[in-house]
């Protein structure tokens, strides 16, 4: 085992869901280390995820679209820093890279083509694989530093204008039924459920339950959510927005993507759509990790399975019905409101 340290360094600079799945992580290696300084080095877009986490010291922002001469300043600045240990969860050439530039004297992640000969203590990778969730990955990782039994439990930062916000957009959109969320965007097309299913299932959620409906998300999502009978609030909050506003519905209904994940953080009902199964972006690794989670997947031989490029060579996206997802929501209800 390596010995203890003082200045730890964690890096994940992808998107939402890979975030909310890394915190647990984050808090273990505090928890492991409670002398020690804790930063982390995530991107720009996820910070509302990690502010005012109790057991983080110090946020590092990767803007976006990050040039070299602000990639040589993130250098300069995690050198100054002095880290005694980089975890590094998101495996891309410039992270490694960045990390080995900095002097970080004991560099732990993924042994793979990138860059990982970088690294000082590599592990091998086999997240592609998909036997275990994301969530189990990022943990395992951290037993070369003496981390186990690390505690899994979801956790996201708090921000008190966005919760006071979200009690505002709630109290105006006061009713007597439920209050449901439907997010049908991915960054993917291959994690798209059809629109048109969204919208038969917002309807009859209007219909039936009475429910109040809300289609969530970012920018990219306003053109499927034109075409869903529904609340538009796309492209109108920020991710902090977005975590308290989800907290406060009684269901989110949702394509394989990061908001099923804020669901299962803040303790709400969700239901995820899974088009794909192939290893690596299968189920078994990106599900939601709730008792409230419910999994709706394609049927056997109806999987979408996509080539290298992403490009799909068989399967359906109609594979799941509205049927299926309305009954599955009103179950979810039924013990919910």
Same mark, same amino acid.
């Given at each position: 085992?390596?010995?203890?340290?003082?200045?730890?360094?964690?890096?994940?600079?992808?998107?939402?869901?890979?975030?909310?799945?890394?915190?647990?992580?984050?808090?273990?290696?505090?928890?492991?280390?409670?002398?020690?300084?804790?930063?982390?080095?995530?991107?720009?877009?996820?910070?509302?995820?990690?502010? !005012?986490?109790?057991?983080?010291?110090?946020?590092?922002?990767? #803007?976006?679209?990050?040039?070299?001469?602000?990639?040589?300043?993130?250098?300069?600045?995690?050198?100054?820093?002095?880290?005694?240990?980089?975890?590094?969860?998101?495996?891309?050439?410039?992270?490694?890279?960045?990390?080995?530039?900095?002097?970080?004297?004991?560099?732990?992640?993924?042994?793979?083509?990138?860059?990982?000969?970088?690294?000082?203590?590599?592990?091998?990778?086999?997240?592609?694989?998909?036997?275990?969730? #994301?969530?189990?990955?990022?943990?395992?990782?951290?037993?070369?530093?003496?981390?186990?039994?690390?505690?899994?439990?979801?956790?996201?930062?708090?921000?008190?204008?966005?919760?006071?916000?979200?009690?505002?957009?709630?109290?105006?959109?006061? !009713?007597?039924?439920?209050?449901?969320?439907?997010?049908?965007?991915?960054?993917?097309?291959?994690?798209?459920?059809?629109?048109?299913?969204?919208?038969?299932?917002?309807?009859?959620?209007?219909?039936?339950?009475?429910?109040?409906?809300?289609?969530?998300?970012?920018?990219?999502?306003?053109?499927?959510? @034109?075409?869903?009978?529904?609340?538009?609030?796309?492209?109108?909050?920020?991710?902090?927005?977005?975590?308290?506003?989800?907290?406060?519905?009684?269901?989110?209904?949702?394509?394989?993507?990061?908001?099923?994940?804020?669901?299962?953080?803040?303790?709400?009902?969700?239901?995820?759509?899974?088009?794909?199964?192939?290893?690596?972006?299968?189920? #078994?690794?990106?599900?939601?990790?709730?008792?409230?989670?419910?999994?709706?997947?394609?049927?056997?031989?109806?999987?979408?399975?996509?080539?290298?490029?992403?490009?799909?060579?068989?399967?359906?996206?109609?594979?799941?019905?509205?049927? #299926?997802?309305?009954?599955? @929501? @009103?179950?979810?209800?039924?013990?919910?409101?």
């Amino acid at each position: 085992m390596i010995p203890g340290f003082r200045n730890i360094l964690v890096v994940r600079t992808d998107r939402m869901g890979d975030m909310v799945l890394t915190i647990p992580a984050m808090r273990a290696l505090k928890t492991k280390y409670p002398g020690a300084r804790l930063s982390v080095w995530i991107s720009a877009s996820t910070r509302d995820l990690v502010d !005012g986490l109790p057991f983080i010291d110090e946020v590092i922002v990767q #803007e976006a679209n990050l040039g070299w001469i602000g990639y040589l300043g993130l250098i300069a600045r995690l050198r100054r820093s002095r880290f005694d240990l980089a975890v590094i969860f998101h495996t891309k050439q410039k992270t490694n890279l960045a990390c080995f530039l900095a002097g970080v004297p004991v560099r732990l992640g993924y042994l793979n083509s990138k860059c990982g000969f970088f690294l000082t203590h590599p592990v091998k990778d086999e997240r592609h694989f998909g036997i275990k969730h #994301e969530l189990d990955y990022c943990l395992d990782l951290l037993k070369m530093v003496g981390v186990e039994n690390a505690d899994p439990r979801l956790e996201l930062g708090f921000n008190q204008a966005a919760d006071k916000w979200a009690d505002r957009i709630v109290r105006e959109l006061a !009713g007597l039924g439920p209050l449901v969320a439907l997010h049908p965007d991915a960054s993917c097309p291959t994690r798209h459920w059809p629109v048109d299913s969204f919208a038969l299932v917002s309807a009859r959620l209007s219909r039936e339950l009475n429910a109040r409906v809300v289609i969530v998300g970012g920018p990219t999502t306003r053109p499927f959510a @034109a075409r869903i009978p529904g609340i538009d609030l796309t492209g109108q909050f920020s991710l902090a927005q977005l975590v308290a506003f989800i907290k406060r519905c009684s269901l989110l209904i949702s394509n394989d993507s990061g908001p099923v994940h804020l669901a299962a953080a803040t303790g709400t009902p969700v239901i995820s759509l899974f088009l794909r199964k192939q290893p690596g972006i299968n189920p #078994e690794r990106w599900k939601p990790l709730s008792a409230n989670a419910v999994l709706l997947l394609n049927k056997p031989g109806e999987e979408i399975v996509v080539g290298p490029d992403n490009h799909v060579l068989s399967g359906r996206y109609d594979s799941i019905t509205p049927d #299926e997802v309305f009954d599955a @929501a @009103a179950r979810l209800l039924a013990n919910k409101f």
